[in-house]
């Protein structure tokens, strides 16, 4: 995979070896199933088609035969139906319902079983599109984060490092005494800290760099007063028992 985001509509523009090899695989195997369903051929081809005219990656391997334009004829609103609704949705599961409709158009006219009809294999369908979708997903995430633990651990350290020599580098976005405290140790000894460590500063860095909202203050209640006959009687706490944390962030622990 590239360096680009990982958005859904690049997993199917890529066109890394990684992201070929995995569309390649995507397309035999939904060939496969459609013919399996008894889906006509023009049904098959066009859906095969539109998939790669929107998705670069996806190599050219319907092998469109040369079939007559009255072939193509019951399957021309379901094209316009998926073009209108975008033909990277179907990798999302949202089929136009004329597929539906020109397949079970189909099974009538060669007298199919019930089924093979779009009431029993559209669920199927689009499961299936979309188990195939997430394994480009899979296929990705294994490149990009590492498949094992041995593989992952030097991408995560490789991305905290960056992070942090990032962060070093803008860090006049806090006040100077913020500084003192998120940078009070010098670049190199941070990146020699344990994964864990850097982790832990990049959480506590964004948590500076985007505090929390204020939580909204609400009225304190009187202490009820105490009854004559009261036995408590322990001293109040004093305030010195209490955690600097919490003195600090009184407001929120009201």
Request: include cysteine.
């Amino acid at each position: 995979m590239s360096t680009h985001n990982e958005d859904w509509n690049h997993i199917f523009q890529c066109l890394s070896d990684l992201a070929q090899t995995a569309c390649t695989s995507f397309m035999k195997n939904i060939r496969k199933y459609l013919q399996e369903l008894y889906c006509s051929a023009p049904m098959i081809q066009a859906f095969l088609a539109g998939i790669s005219q929107k998705t670069p990656s996806f190599p050219d391997i319907s092998h469109i035969p040369d079939m007559a334009i009255s072939d193509l004829d019951p399957i021309l609103p379901l094209i316009n139906h998926q073009s209108s609704i975008g033909w990277d949705q179907v990798f999302c599961g949202r089929h136009a319902s004329f597929w539906f409709t020109a397949h079970d158009a189909y099974c009538d006219l060669r007298h199919l079983e019930t089924k093979h009809f779009s009431s029993s294999i559209g669920p199927s369908l689009i499961k299936t599109l979309l188990k195939e979708t997430l394994n480009i997903r899979r296929a990705g995430n294994k490149f990009i984060h590492g498949a094992t633990y041995e593989e992952n651990q030097p991408i995560f350290i490789t991305n905290a490092n960056q992070s942090i020599q990032y962060f070093y580098r803008i860090r006049k976005n806090f006040s100077s005494p913020d500084q003192n405290i998120l940078f009070s140790t010098t670049l190199q000894l941070l990146l020699d800290k344990s994964l864990h460590y850097k982790q832990n500063w990049i959480h506590l860095y964004e948590t500076c760099l985007h505090p929390p909202a204020p939580t909204i203050a609400h009225p304190v209640l009187a202490d009820p007063q105490p009854h004559p006959n009261d036995s408590d009687s322990s001293p109040p706490l004093s305030s010195s028992t209490i955690h600097p944390f919490f003195t600090l962030h009184h407001s929120q622990f009201r």
